[in-house]
């Protein structure tokens, strides 16, 4: 994509304060919250004004990155007036340790793209943005509708990429240093119940077949990620230290080791047998193909619905790991224990999902509970009919 295509470069906006401001609050990229407020921003203004560089919006929600691979990223930087030593630089960047995979550095490319095509946009002189520029991008990205994972997901790549252009010496500072990250919103995942988990493999394990038995296995007995089961290989199948033990695949081209359980062992032997030990992906198809994320997720809520469990066409493959960690955080695992499962760098993701938890403890039961109590006790006293309601948790 040629981030000088007309329809992707707004003009920029030559305008009185006043006027100026009200583009901004009209275009969304700057929100006001009372029109007494514009005088409090006319000094940032002014100085956008006289340097001749007003907010501009991002292209839709969806629109195609402007670099997809490493060829058109270094094209979009020498665009950008990117000097040889900056491209050299990200070359060593993108080879680095963390983003040695190539699905990683294409993650990376793209996030960073973006943010050549704003700077090349208005005019920036790439190795010394000035800090306001990052926080009008990163409203911008709230402008278009960007979730807030996606927008921090975006800041922490560039941000990264700029702190190893300040090492090599081919950046001043870091604009997105200290950028105060996006609230994440509350998961909405549905999740099981240890209970309904139990109804779920019950169902496979007595009407399924052994293959779909096993997947249910693995997802279950290891709450992995949908992208580790469908790079599962039976090399990555072991033993260690007298555990039976599965690596599964994980971003950056990493391997996380987990336990069988004798369980969740005993529900894959079937489908072992069946299989044999020859190397190579340890799911397929009947036709011998590699399994899609459409067929597990369509897979996962056929189960669901057959073993009678609620909202089963919301469910998805993630509900699976997402109900694990629940399920063993009610139970009093320690959250680290959960987090190697999981293999979470951060503790503080492990801790999201231990919301079923805080809702099971709710307060609005108790509260509940003695205004019934009250409220039946009252009409008890004039003879008239109680109220009736469910049974909340104790």
Known sequence: MSVQEPDLLPAVVQAPVAAGLEALAVSGVIVLDAPEDVSDDEADLRWLLEHGVL???????????????????????????????????????????????????????????????????????????????????????????????????????????????????????????????????????????????????????????????????????????????????YEHLSHDAGHRTVDLPVKGGWLHRVVIDPFTEQLMQPYLDERGTAPGALFVTSTGKPLQRSYVFALVRRLAAAAQIPHADQLSVHSLRHSVATALLENDEPMDVVQALLGHADPRTTQTYAHANALNRSPAYRWGRRLQAGLTHRQAASGRRSVQGPVAPS
């Open 55 to 233: 907010p501009i919006s991002l292209p839709p929600k969806g629109t195609a990155p402007p670099a997809a691979t490493a060829h058109e990223l270094a094209a979009l930087l020498l665009t950008a007036g990117a000097a040889r030593e900056v491209l050299a630089a990200t070359a060593g960047w993108l080879s680095s340790e963390r983003r040695s995979s190539p699905a990683t550095q294409a993650g990376y490319i793209k996030e960073v793209s973006w943010w050549l095509w704003w700077v090349q946009a208005r005019g920036l002189h790439l190795p010394a943005v000035p800090f306001l520029e990052a926080d009008l991008f990163a409203a911008a990205m709230r402008a278009i509708g960007l979730a807030p994972a996606s927008r921090n997901r975006r800041r922490a790549a560039i941000s990264s990429w700029y702190r190893y252009l300040v090492r090599a010496g081919q950046a001043t500072h870091n604009p997105f240093d200290g950028m105060e990250t996006a609230h994440k919103q509350p998961s909405t995942t549905r999740y099981l119940t240890q209970h309904q988990l139990e109804q779920l493999l019950d169902h496979t394990a007595t009407h399924e077949s052994p293959r779909v038995q096993a997947i249910m296995a693995v997802l279950v007995g290891t709450a992995c990620r949908i992208g580790s089961l469908l790079d599962l290989r």
